[in-house]
């Protein structure tokens, strides 16, 4: 990938390396196209809670190494722990020359200070059920692969694709929201800190809204998940972005020339085997 865009800050969260809903090749394509000053990954890159199931792809493998050549290159890269890989937590502050383990980023940005965490701090069924919170994420991978299954047998016959964990996880999601606001819990302490930016994870909801509160103003922002959405933030001259990768034409590039070398291989197999077996 010759073309690579250069923001300031990217920040992505909600991985979940070592699921089966992880979409690493996606998550690579995207990191191979970027050159950040700061990255910032934002919790739940690994999925320790499924660890035990022992699927951790060479797919997978190559995200971490991509990672890691940031850090060689000297790219300022912050892990920041989420609650899926909390057993990182233990090595707070540890750092090893750009590479940083953190809860939490406080940084500076063209005059403005953001506050960057994951965010299960907010969440009840994170402080008082965690049994109950690891039980549904069981759950839902489960659902993950189903869906898998079911899209496998849908490509066969030529039908649209479907999200099953899409369409389940926005409804528990909104629920869980309902109940914590998380949004706006986040925000008001945002600004009673005095900050201008709130960076979250966590509830896999991409966006960026702004808050205007009885004590101040804030912008909330969520970097969504590698799961369904295929997002994360980027912050280049003085603006945050939203990145969708699923609406970037230089992905849907790189995917078609991959299908299409996908294609010609196969057929080339098949070929080859026709030869074999006829003795032509």
């Known amino acids: 990938m010759d073309k690579k865009r250069r923001p300031q800050i990217v920040v992505i969260s909600d991985l979940h390396l070592s699921t089966y809903g992880c979409q690493s090749k996606a998550i690579l394509n995207y990191l191979n196209s970027v050159e950040p000053e700061i990255l910032i990954l934002n919790g739940d890159i690994f999925d320790i809670w499924q660890f035990s199931k022992s699927y951790f792809p060479a797919s997978h493998f190559k995200v971490v190494k991509k990672i890691l050549s940031f850090i060689e290159k000297g790219t300022e890269t912050y892990y920041v722990t989420g609650n899926h890989d909390e057993m990182i937590r233990r090595f707070e502050d540890f750092r090893l020359g750009s590479f940083h383990v953190v809860n939490k980023v406080l940084l500076e940005i063209d005059g403005k200070k953001a506050w960057i965490f994951h965010g299960d701090v907010f969440d009840i069924s994170m402080r008082h059920s965690k049994w109950l919170a690891k039980m549904g994420a069981n759950g839902y991978a489960f659902l993950i692969l189903l869906n898998k299954i079911v899209n496998f047998f849908l490509s066969i016959i030529g039908k649209q694709r479907i999200s099953l964990s899409k369409k389940i996880k926005h409804s528990v999601k909104n629920a869980i929201k309902s109940k914590n606001d998380f949004e706006l819990t986040a925000a008001e302490i945002a600004v009673n800190k005095g900050y201008d930016y709130v960076i979250c994870g966590h509830i896999h909801q991409p966006v960026i809204k702004k808050f205007s509160l009885q ?3 804030v912008t909330y922002l969520n ?16 603006e945050w972005k939203i990145y969708k990768y699923d609406e970037d034409p230089m992905m849907a590039n790189i995917k078609e020339q991959k299908e299409s070398k996908e294609k010609e291989e196969s057929y080339n197999t098949i070929l080859n085997k026709m030869r074999n077996d006829f003795e032509l």
């Open 223 to 238: 970097s969504g998940d590698w799961i369904d959405h295929k997002t994360a933030l980027e912050y280049e001259n003085g």
């Open 215 to 217: 004590d101040g103003e």
